[in-house]
C-alpha cells in the first residue's frame, strides 16, 4: 500500500511560481515511478509530468514543458513539481501518483495510487 500526500498548491497571479509536494509512504518508494496530473473543472484528468523510480529520465506534456521541472528525493520519499510562468490554463487540481508495476508512464490509467489532490488556482 502506497499512500500520497500533495501540498504546496495556492492563489497565484500569472507569471508566479510555485512548488508542489508530493509526500509517499512505503519502504520501496525508491523503485516506483511517479507522475503529476491535473484535473481542471468540466475537463478530463491530463498528464503533467513524469520521472523514472531512479529520477533519470523525466516527461513532460508540451503545454508545461520547459516552465515545470519535476524531482524527486529517494531519501526523504518526497516527489516535486516547480512550475514558473503560471498561466491562467495552469489552473486545475493537482494529483501525484505512482506506478509500481512498471516504468513512468504519460496515461493515468497506468497508475496505482492517487493523492487527494491540491488546487492551484492562477489568477490573470
Known amino acids: 500500500q502506497v499512500q500520497l500526500v500533495e501540498s504546496g498548491g495556492g492563489l497565484v497571479q500569472a507569471g508566479d511560481s510555485l512548488r508542489l509536494s508530493c509526500a509517499a509512504s512505503g519502504r520501496t518508494f525508491s523503485t516506483y515511478a511517479m507522475g503529476w496530473f491535473r484535473q481542471a473543472p468540466g475537463k478530463e484528468r491530463e498528464f503533467v509530468a513524469a520521472?523514472?523510480?531512479?529520477?533519470?529520465?523525466?516527461y513532460y506534456a508540451d503545454s508545461v514543458k520547459g516552465r515545470f521541472t519535476m524531482s524527486r528525493d529517494n531519501a526523504k520519499n518526497m516527489v516535486y513539481l516547480q512550475m514558473n510562468s503560471l498561466k491562467p490554463e495552469d489552473t486545475a487540481v493537482y494529483y501525484c501518483a505512482a506506478l509500481t508495476t512498471r516504468g513512468a508512464s504519460v496515461k493515468y490509467s497506468d497508475y496505482d495510487y492517487w493523492g487527494q489532490g491540491t488546487q492551484v488556482t492562477v489568477s490573470s
Open positions: 520521472i523514472s523510480w531512479s529520477g533519470g529520465r523525466t
